[in-house]
């Protein structure tokens, strides 16, 4: 779940993350400084095993590099809304009121939609584990709601339906099991956010006194559920759009007080903006995004921060088209995976320099603790990163 916090303390997961990012890296020299990035976050017994797995992969036989294996849906449902929770469960949220489920590893996928919720649009999905989920129906007015279910999606409660007609819910994020939030676009000047005690079961308005005014036209994109992203028990980011300047929030405090950060990704117009983001712990970040439209180039469209977001650094070789979302891999501090309609993209440098490594369509990814990738997208499309 990516509002929890994905702890990278498991040394065997570390490995596996690491040798996950070497395979991806070139064959020959290209590789070798693949390996050192990918292994730069480990040290002693961690720092040998990558060493070991490089060896595997560059002697005998060649090894497959890793790919987005498809996982048939059943469906033809958009999913931008996804949740990881391990090798074999997921949950993917989507048009038409969509949820699905996969215990399996997408073997099988069990249609858990909430009743009567065909014409609303889930665009967020945050679990718990493979019983406990919560999901975000978004869009103007009552068309914003909250489901949550205790039972694997046998059963759902609506916990919250949005009762102002200018408030448009974008995203949720969770802390904890108990703590999270859900963010709306601008309601008279400012960013609205709910905040819940009880893991989705009731919500409550946040006060807006620590929220900084947005900018004219300014709002979140509801693209990928990585418009309001946490790490830790305390830390959340908003990403926005829409604006001349695109820029993400962070409040420490779970909501209560925002600081606001120019993020120099394509902005000036309302379909530019960032996207997504992914923290790996309180203090790096990467931000993906550009202009949605097909028919628009999307240069400089991905950026990073060391400092928890206080100030944003353009990629040196930023992704090289739209992106809606970002996701850090297994237990590494260098790499990640970026997605959009046009292809998924590779860092080995934490966000300095992207190359693409598939050509399939993605609105978002996500990673587990025990080392799993998937990714969702257009047309039904779920995938499992496999090799």
């Given at each position: 779940m990516r509002g929890m916090g994905k702890s990278r303390r498991m040394v065997s997961m570390?490995?596996?993350?690491?040798?996950?990012?070497?395979?991806?890296?070139?064959?020959?020299?290209?590789?070798?400084?693949?390996?050192?990035a990918a292994g730069a976050q480990a040290a002693g017994a961690q720092a040998a095993g990558a060493q070991a797995a490089g060896a595997q992969a560059g002697g005998g036989r060649a090894q497959a590099k890793p790919h987005w294996a498809l996982k048939a849906s059943g469906t033809d449902a958009r999913f931008r809304g996804l949740a990881a929770v391990s090798r074999d469960a997921a949950w993917v949220a989507g048009t038409k009121g969509t949820v699905l489920r996969t215990s399996d590893g997408g073997a099988h996928w069990r249609n858990v939609s909430p009743p009567g919720a065909g014409e609303l649009e889930f665009r967020d999905i945050e679990a718990f584990d493979s019983r406990h989920a919560v999901v975000l129906a978004i869009g103007e007015g009552d068309a914003s709601r909250v489901f949550r279910t205790d039972d694997g999606g046998a059963t759902w409660t609506e916990s919250f339906r949005n009762p102002d007609p200018k408030a448009f819910y974008d995203c949720l994020t969770f802390f904890d099991a108990r703590h999270g939030l859900a963010m709306s676009d601008p309601v008279d000047g400012k960013y609205r956010i709910l905040s819940t005690r009880d893991g989705g079961r009731s919500w409550d308005v946040l006060p807006s006194d620590g929220m900084p005014a947005a900018?004219?036209?300014?709002?979140?994109?509801a693209a990928s559920g990585q418009c309001l992203v946490s790490s830790g028990p305390r830390d959340v980011w908003l990403a926005t759009g829409g604006a001349a300047r695109a820029r993400v929030l962070h409040s420490s405090d779970r909501g209560l007080t925002w600081r606001a950060t120019d993020a120099p990704v394509p902005a000036g117009d309302p379909a530019r903006g960032v996207f997504g983001l992914a923290f790996r712990d309180r203090t790096h970040g990467i931000a993906v995004g550009g202009d949605y439209r097909a028919d628009q180039a999307s240069l400089r469209a991905s950026a990073t921060t060391r400092d928890g977001g206080r100030t944003w650094?353009?990629?040196?070789?930023?992704?090289?088209?739209?992106?809606?979302?970002?996701?850090?891999?297994?237990?590494?501090?260098?790499?990640?995976?970026?997605?959009?309609?046009?292809?998924?993209?590779?860092?080995?440098?934490?966000?300095?320099?992207?190359?693409?490594?598939?050509?399939?369509?993605?609105?978002?990814?996500?990673?587990?603790?025990?080392?799993?990738?998937?990714?969702?997208?257009?047309?039904?499309?779920?995938?499992?990163?496999?090799?």
């Open positions: 570390g490995l596996a993350g690491a040798a996950l990012a070497l395979a991806f890296a070139p064959a020959g020299p290209a590789q070798a400084a693949g390996a050192q900018q004219e036209g300014e709002a979140g994109f650094t353009p990629s040196a070789a930023p992704v090289p088209a739209y992106r809606s979302g970002v996701t850090w891999l297994p237990h590494s501090r260098t790499s990640a995976l970026a997605v959009g309609p046009t292809g998924t993209d590779l860092t080995l440098d934490a966000g300095r320099t992207w190359r693409t490594v598939d050509t399939g369509s993605y609105d978002t990814a996500d990673c587990t603790d025990d080392g799993a990738c998937w990714a969702s997208g257009e047309k039904g499309r779920v995938a499992r990163l496999e090799r």
